[in-house]
């Protein structure tokens, strides 16, 4: 079967994956007045499929082109070459009014989106503000939406008046997700989201994702330097290094059977491999 085009169909077939990377690459160019400028492939030539209502892990260590392959598919950055498809859309050359829609179907978070948050709006006012400016709904209907999405997120009501800083780490990443979640994404990246977050946050934050994904099927891609934040969380890894995916199949393999000498150096540098470890896993 040539799976290639086969899936360029409108209606496409069931194993249609939500998204297609088939090529990409991304050239920056580094100058400085002390020195000539400098190219850095930041990605060469990568291809991945993330299949609806799954987790998809991008690891690797930094500069390994994480960051430029989240900004390329949340069309935040444009690559030199390649194609990325949502489904049956092609994401190349579109107008201004599709490029909005694709931004609020894929959805970029950041480890800095919870600090970012504006100190003058209280917390439901943020969750609110991306409706807010799509004007989608009355303002009442788009308030009980935000509340809605804050106690999806875990956020108590007591919280729903409050400044984000006087929001805790954990709490002001919820409001980023929840926020985020308020567009309907069809796609949710999550960029080192939770670097800046204690072990015990993080573990409820990824239990949060886990509880969101099995309740409404959201699909994610989680982009991380730590191997082992993904343990139990991804079904499909991609590992990379130097702007190339070296590895990727299923987290199971990749984890049991790593096959790049990267992988296994990234699982070795894992002082928390052994707690994260699958039980069962002879590595
Ligand atoms: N805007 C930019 N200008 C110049 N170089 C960049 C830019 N963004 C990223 N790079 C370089 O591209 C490489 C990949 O960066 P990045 O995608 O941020 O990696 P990661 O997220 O894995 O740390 C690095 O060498 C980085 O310095
Ligand atoms: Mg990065």
């Given at each position: 079967m040539s799976a290639?085009?086969?899936s360029a169909s409108p209606a496409g077939p069931l194993t249609e994956p939500l998204l297609r990377v088939q090529g990409l690459s991304r050239r920056y160019y580094r100058s400085g007045f002390w020195r000539k400028k400098q190219a850095v492939q930041a990605l060469s030539d990568v291809s991945l499929?993330?299949?609806?209502?799954?987790?998809?892990?991008?690891?690797?260590?930094?500069?390994?082109?994480?960051?430029t392959l989240a900004m390329c598919i949340a069309q935040l950055e444009t690559p030199d070459s390649g194609d990325i498809w949502l489904?049956?859309?092609?994401?190349?050359?579109?107008?201004?009014?599709?490029?909005?829609?694709?931004?609020?179907?894929?959805?970029?978070?950041?480890?800095?989106?919870?600090?970012?948050?504006n100190p003058r709006l209280s917390a439901v006012e943020i969750v609110a503000e991306p409706l807010d400016i799509l004007g989608t709904a009355s303002k009442p209907r788009r308030r009980e939406l935000a509340l809605e999405y804050m106690q999806?997120?875990?956020?108590?009501?007591?919280?729903?008046?409050?400044?984000?800083?006087?929001?805790?780490?954990?709490?002001?990443?919820?409001l980023a997700i929840a926020r985020a979640l308020t567009l309907r994404p069809e796609l949710l990246i999550f960029d080192e989201s939770f670097s800046g977050l204690d072990l015990i946050l993080e573990a409820q934050i990824l239990e949060l994702l886990r509880t969101l994904k099995a309740s409404y099927g959201f699909t994610y891609l989680v982009i991380t330097h730590?191997?082992?934040?993904?343990?139990?969380?991804?079904?499909?890894?991609?590992?990379?290094?130097?702007?190339?995916?070296?590895?990727?199949?299923?987290?199971?393999?990749?984890?049991?059977?790593?096959?790049?000498p990267h992988t296994r150096a990234l699982l070795a540098a894992m002082p928390r491999w052994e707690i994260a470890r699958p039980a069962g896993s002879g590595a």
């Open positions: 290639s085009h086969a499929e993330i299949q609806r209502g799954s987790t998809t892990a991008i690891v690797g260590e930094s500069g390994s082109g994480k960051s489904k049956s859309q092609r994401l190349t050359g579109l107008t201004t009014a599709e490029l909005l829609s694709i931004r609020q179907k894929i959805q970029l978070i950041f480890q800095s989106s919870a600090s970012a948050l999806l997120t875990g956020l108590t009501s007591d919280l729903v008046g409050r400044s984000p800083w006087a929001l805790s780490g954990g709490q002001r990443q919820r730590d191997l082992a934040l993904v343990a139990g969380l991804a079904d499909h890894v991609a590992v990379m290094q130097s702007g190339k995916i070296v590895e990727q199949g299923a987290a199971s393999q990749v984890f049991r059977h790593a096959q790049h």
